[in-house]
């Protein structure tokens, strides 16, 4: 469990970073995690984990969502 939220949390840190540099829509944040070895699975734990912490804003925009931080 403990390896289980270390994982996660490093997710958030990695979310979080992208974000630092501007707003991104859920895709492309699927993406840069592609690109560094995540699993598409903890994008999805990694948001929730900053929606907890309330570090993200999230809106729907027409067909996509967009993220940011607060």
């Known amino acids: 469990m403990d390896e289980v939220c270390l994982n996660i949390g490093q997710?958030?840190?990695q979310v979080y970073r992208l974000l630092e540099k501007g707003e991104s829509n859920?895709?492309?944040i699927k993406k840069n995690f592609k690109?560094?070895?995540f699993e598409?699975?903890?994008v999805f734990m990694a948001l929730g984990?900053?929606?907890r912490e309330?570090?993200?804003c999230m809106q729907k925009n027409s067909n996509s969502w967009?993220?940011?931080l607060k």
């Open 54 to 56: 309330d570090k993200i």
């Open 66 to 68: 967009i993220i940011s």
């Open 11 to 13: 997710a958030a840190g």
């Open 26 to 28: 859920l895709a492309g």
């Open 40 to 42: 598409s699975q903890m």
């Open 49 to 51: 984990w900053l929606a």
């Open 35 to 37: 690109e560094n070895g």
